[in-house]
């Protein structure tokens, strides 16, 4: 999991966190990764319920909310730039966060 700039036509700029894994990511042939979009914390509210916050222990300037319920399928080509790495305890919490969304570990 990497943290990316992106650019959006109707959103403009944001991070986002890639899901993908290396080889996909590294591979010519494969056009697209997937990826969650963040968005820019604003008066330091607590995450919602489908969020991790990352801040700049995770490569960033401003804490940063990732949307864990929607799993978007990205083009590479739309990426602008490595802005940093996700800690290990923050993909943690966004994998439980993913499977808590899309209720993946219910009984």
Same mark, same amino acid.
């Given at each position: 999991? $990497?943290?990316? *700039?992106?650019?959006? +036509?109707?959103? $403009? *700029? ?8 290396? %080889? =996909? ?15 820019? #914390? @604003? /008066? /330091?509210?607590?995450?919602?319920k489908? %969020?991790?916050?990352?801040?700049? *222990? ?5 804490? +940063?909310?990732? @949307?864990?319920?929607?799993i978007?399928? #990205? ?6 730039? =490595? =802005?940093?790495?996700?800690? =290990?305890?923050? @993909?943690r /919490?966004? $994998? ?6 899309? @209720?993946?570990?219910? %009984?």
């Amino acid at each position: 999991m $990497g943290d990316l *700039s992106l650019s959006f +036509t109707a959103e $403009g *700029s944001h991070p986002a966190v890639i899901l993908s894994n290396d %080889e =996909r990511c590294d591979n010519p042939h494969y056009p697209h990764v997937n990826a969650l979009l963040c968005t820019t #914390l @604003r /008066a /330091a509210r607590p995450a919602k319920k489908n %969020e991790v916050i990352l801040n700049g *222990s995770d490569g960033l300037d401003w804490p +940063t909310a990732v @949307r864990c319920d929607v799993i978007y399928l #990205l083009p590479k080509n739309l990426f602008q730039g =490595r =802005r940093g790495e996700v800690t =290990r305890e923050r @993909r943690r /919490a966004i $994998g439980r966060k993913i499977a808590e969304c899309y @209720r993946l570990l219910q %009984e």
